[in-house]
């Protein structure tokens, strides 16, 4: 049951052109369609607002990558997005397939709306637009994928017009509780996507008025807040639910991996029936062997708790499995989940070659080595180490030692130079002396 509402505020509509009063009572007037012509006439949009509206909400829709349409309002004077009134009583916005105004205390009278507006619309009234979501299923499952229905409604009739479906977004994120009981404690949110009227995926039919979204729960299991939105120009809503629990996935993965040829691989498939019934799971999917090929296998309802598979034994590698899980709940409902890719490595054992990852990422083969060769491998790179450091000390010695060498020798140099000068410097003052004592 559809028991859910986003109550938008009281609604006058026309299509293409929307009017959205506050009032609970309708107060703008419209032509009745004459179910012949069924139409607005171009440069005739044309409709009423009556006095003592405090304020009206707008939608024009019209032909896509066209100017903004113009309003005319009662008294002749024109209204434009390029030429608001600077007393913020008119606000406008501007899309590519249609325009949104809001206009405070719009004067009363006939306006005009003037531009490439869609044909072919006929004049419709609305007094009350909702949105009805269907509720979360009380038991969810991680990896489930989960669909959720909502309908737009005009009092009690469906609001099917495509064209809105421009107008509105209708989105749902989930919000961790930040409780410490659980594993997402802390948890950032997570944005689950739109609701959907467009025909593809899980939504039935396009332009029905229903929409539909399809989540995968691929994010860590716990307590979550559900958060809808409803978005418009100049309008938005938002609705809490109380917080869901995603449950652990109902089945695990364990491996018996072989190591030669003619033994199989045994895959055991643990159901936990807590929230499922084991009898009613179905469980479809692929293993992928190292050399990239894909073997597909299926395991149908049985009585257990445990389902077990047998991969043949090829060759070494590392090898990937991915399975959907189809069942039911403890309450009945039906469900469909993807369980997180499950990898293992298998050896040979009669071989000498084990499966290993190379730079860029590729998986290769490579020479198994016994526990002398690994040892003695690294008994040589710790000696070879060794030896560099102390080729490494040892030529830092020699280099300080031919450093102190020339430092000795420039010093050896200054002195005899400086012992030169002096020798020199006194032998000429003695000379002087003696040319004086003889010239006396």
Known sequence: MLNILFHISTVFLI????????????????????????????????FRIDSNIEEVKLIFYRQRGSQPIILVKPDGTKLKINSLPGDNSVEWFDDRTYDM?????????????????LPGSQILVVTDVMIEVEPLPKILLAGETLKITGKLVNGEKGLTDPLFRAVVNLDIDFFSSNN??????????????????????????????????????????????????????????????????????????????????????????????????????????????????????????????????????????????????FGKTITGREFVLTLPQF??????????????????GNEILIPRKTAAEILAEKEALAAETLAIEQAKMK?????????????????????????????????IRKKKAAKTELSL
């Open 343 to 360: 990898n293992f490595n298998a050896e040979n054992k009669n071989g000498l070659l084990i499966s290993s990852i190379d730079e860029e």
């Open 101 to 117: 105004i809001k206009i405070k205390n719009p004067m009363a009278g006939p306006w005009q709306a003037i531009g490439q507006i």
């Open 180 to 325: 410490k009981l659980y594993d997402n404690f802390g948890a950032a949110p997570v944005k689950l996507g739109s609701f959907l009227d467009d025909g593809y995926d899980y939504d039935e039919k396009a332009g029905d008025g229903v929409y539909t979204g399809e989540f995968v729960l691929n994010f860590a299991p716990g307590e979550w807040l559900p958060i809808y939105y409803v978005k418009m120009p100049m309008m938005s809503r938002e609705l809490r639910q109380k917080p869901v629990v995603i449950q652990q996935s109902p089945v695990s993965i364990t491996v018996k991996a072989s190591d030669e040829e003619g033994v199989n691989h045994i895959v055991k498939f643990h159901i936990d029936p807590t929230y499922v019934d084991p009898q009613s799971i179905i469980l479809q999917g692929k293993i992928e062997y190292p050399d990239k090929q894909e073997f597909e296998f299926s395991l149908l309802e049985e009585d257990k708790d445990l389902r077990i598979k047998e991969f043949e034994y090829t060759e070494a590698g590392i090898h990937r499995i991915n399975a959907d899980v």
């Open 395 to 427: 030529a830092e010695e020699e280099e300080k030692q031919k450093q102190m060498y020339i430092t000795i020798g420039i010093i050896n140099a200054v002195i005899i130079i400086l012992g030169i000068c002096i020798f020199v410097f006194i032998a």
């Open 15 to 46: 299509l293409p052109l929307f009017v959205f009063a506050d009032s609970n009572v309708p107060q703008v007037k419209y032509y009745d369609s004459d179910n012949v012509t069924n139409q607005i006439p171009y440069f005739d949009n044309r």
